[in-house]
């Protein structure tokens, strides 16, 4: 298990380097998103810029808005959320953030997440889905249908209870305190060392290690490393 935050604008100008002193060794940054009109974060070229300077990983997060609930839609966003971040290495997922759209279509709000999922995959791209526990994969969306992306769930207090669904990162507070960061900060738990398989199977703007890139599928290499975090907690 490894220590990490995620930012956006709201935390203003952050020290990076306190923040790795602190033992935080990921950071989930906020790219842009389409609840105001189709926007850029203005502090994502400087947060991914200072983060990878001294050696935090990095993934991003695109956050959607109320009307992102077809597949179109997520397909729409996702090209949005690509050209902000083209050009630029990723050894965490790029996450659609899924808080907006209501409760009222759990179908379409499904499938604006495979939408938007697909979309980044095609691009080469290690796709995820962040959400609520409760009134996000719960009351939102049809979990079922999504357990072929990776989740990071929200929940408060006490850590979510799902030993069969694929919650890599678990974002445990929204009022943590980390040194070089002024005011609360988002706090996570990741279980994945995603950097592996992202740079193993050349994903996320990585080259891959080798001209023949490796036989074993992701899932495969992802539920190896599953098995490893499970051994690591006993």
Sequence with gaps: M???IDVSKWQGNINWQLVKDSGISCAILKCGGSDAGAYRDAY???NFRNAKAVGIEVGTYYFVGPNCTNYESGV???KRCLEIIKGKQFELPIYIDFEAPSTRDKVGNTEACIGFCETVERAGYFAGIYSSDISGFKERLTEQRLKGFSW???RYGSKPNRPND???VWQKSSTGRVNGINGNVDLNEVYLDF??????RGLNGFAAPNAVVNKR???ERVADLEARVTRLEK
């Design 2 to 4: 490894r220590n990490g």
């Design 166 to 168: 694929p919650m890599h």
């Design 217 to 219: 599928t992701l899932e």
């Design 152 to 154: 990071w769930v929200a």
């Design 76 to 78: 729409a966003d996702a």
């Design 195 to 200: 950097g592996a398989i992202v740079k193993e």
């Design 44 to 46: 994502f070229e400087e």
